[in-house]
């Protein structure tokens, strides 16, 4: 690989580094690990339900929406990263809240904004119940703003979701991602620059899929025919490297086939134009699958039929916990 070559690191990200800090993170708070946090809603005790939290925001994204003046659709980016890590437990959306950061507030620019994040709650089946929008002069370069978003849900114990049932076998199907979605782009900047990043912001700007109906879909459908999804993993920073193994048991190991897709040619154009090596890719961009989930193999045949844009990605094989690209 060419010395010109780009890397997530080579771009800021230091992916390692921020693994060390979780870990630090969870040995001090040992609930802290899963896409979203669970809490139980009987006070001393154990009760029927669980309160389920996450929280995320747009990352620098942002910079392509202000540099070509669009803002319109970042809202739902931020639903979709908070939202989609909601529903890997089985999580029904209830309500979000956010965070809405400017040094100097423009209403029409703000107005833009706001509508997206109500359009990502409409698609996410919640309520923007409330939010902050703090506006700091002096703390923000001129025209630039920050997102953060908190989203509540809650799901039955019986019905959590968690991976312990997975097992070597098992098959992962994929729902397609919509594109880059909101990751990467510390590295994405690097490379689209200029009259190319305006050649390119509106498929760059494409906004995360939000995943609530079509796994609120395959679990119902799945339950008339008598089967269920044993894991999900939405895939984020990380790509399915990191991800998946997040929802695995010991001794199962992740293996997808890159042949089963296409890889939308948006990554193929990053890949090329910032000469990344093919790991880099992998452990950065989600690579056309927006989420991962893991069901028996004669499961799979119903799944496809409920969501026809699913495609088998991979299977479950006994190994070292993680996952590997074929």
């Known amino acids: ?7 997530y690191k080579k771009s800021g990200v230091d992916m390692d580094k921020a693994d060390r800090l979780v870990d630090f993170i969870q040995k001090r708070a040992p609930a802290i690990g ?22 995320d925001g747009v990352g620098t994204k942002l910079k392509i929406a202000f540099e070509v003046n669009r803002h319109e659709t970042v809202g739902i980016d931020l639903v979709a990263m908070c939202v989609n890590d909601l529903i ?53 370069r001129p025209g630039e703003y920050d997102l953060a978003g908190f ?37 994405v900047r690097k490379i689209f620059t200029g009259s190319l990043l305006k050649a390119y912001a509106q498929k760059l700007l494409t906004p995360t899929k939000i995943y609530v109906s079509d796994v609120e879909k395959l679990a119902n459908g799945l339950k008339k025919r008598r089967h269920q999804i044993l894991g999900l993993a939405h895939i984020t920073g990380g790509g399915l490297i990191e991800n998946v193994p997040r929802i695995l048991p010991k001794n199962c190991r992740a293996f997808f086939d890159r042949r089963l897709w296409n890889i939308p040619p948006i990554f193929r154009e990053i890949q090329e134009r910032g000469k990344i090596s093919d790991s880099d890719m992998w452990r950065t961009f989600n690579m056309g699958i927006g989420m991962a989930v893991v069901l028996r193999p004669e499961a799979v045949s119903s799944a496809l039929k409920i969501l026809p ?18």
């Open 1 to 7: 690989m060419s010395q010109n070559a780009l890397s």
């Open 309 to 326: 844009g699913a495609f088998v990605s991979g299977e479950i094989r006994r190994g070292e916990t993680g996952a590997e690209i074929l």
């Open 88 to 140: 890997t437990c089985g999580a029904k959306p209830l309500f979000f809240l956010d965070y809405y950061a400017v040094g100097s507030l423009d209403l029409q620019k703000s107005k833009k904004v706001l509508s997206g994040i109500l359009e990502g709650c409409r698609q996410g089946k919640m309520t923007l119940l409330g939010g902050e929008t703090a506006e700091m002069p002096g703390f923000y």
């Open 34 to 55: 899963g896409f979203s946090g669970l809490f139980d809603l009987k006070f001393g005790g154990s009760g029927p339900y669980q309160l389920v939290a996450s929280t």
């Open 151 to 187: 989203a509540v849900g809650i799901v039955e114990k019986k019905n959590i979701i968690d991976g312990r049932k997975i097992r070597p076998g098992d098959v992962i199907v994929a729902l397609p991602s919509s594109g880059v979605h909101s990751n990467g782009f510390s590295l």
